[in-house]
């Protein structure tokens, strides 16, 4: 049974930072692409960054490139989302999520799925 499980989110003030992490268990982590998405309330989910299974480009959101960077650590079965320079409008729930190989933007696109973490960023 393959699980994601989000950490490290909370609340934090604007221009603060904070770093996610995902730890994945019961798929061969190596072989997967990682993205992190988000969902604020009432709104839609959100691409935020994405990592590919091997050496290659991340991809991010306009808005939160330059702030966010991705990385992973297969080793440890774990992708992480290092988040600064933060503002109010990042607050949401931040999900990770995994699909074979191919590095993707679209939701769709991801076979698993963690069950997501809190951001919240006060002005």
């Known amino acids: 049974q393959v699980q994601l499980v989000e950490s490290g989110g909370g609340p934090v003030q604007a221009g603060g930072s904070l770093r996610l992490s995902c730890t994945a268990s019961?798929?061969?982590?190596?072989?997967?692409?990682m993205g992190w998405f988000r969902q604020a309330p009432g709104k839609e989910r959100d691409f935020v960054a994405a990592?590919?299974?091997?050496?290659?480009?991340?991809r991010y959101a306009d808005s939160v490139k330059g702030r966010f960077t991705i990385s992973r650590d297969d080793a440890k079965k774990t992708v992480y989302l290092q988040m600064d320079s933060l503002k109010p409008e990042d607050t949401a729930v931040y999900h990770c999520?995994?699909?074979?190989?191919?590095?993707?933007?679209?939701?769709?696109?991801?076979?698993?799925w963690g069950q997501g973490t809190q951001v919240t960023v006060s002005s």
């Open positions: 019961g798929l061969t982590f190596s072989n997967y692409a």
């Open positions: 999520a995994a699909r074979p190989y191919m590095i993707s933007t679209y939701s769709g696109e991801f076979t698993y």
């Open positions: 990592i590919p299974w091997s050496d290659g480009v991340a």
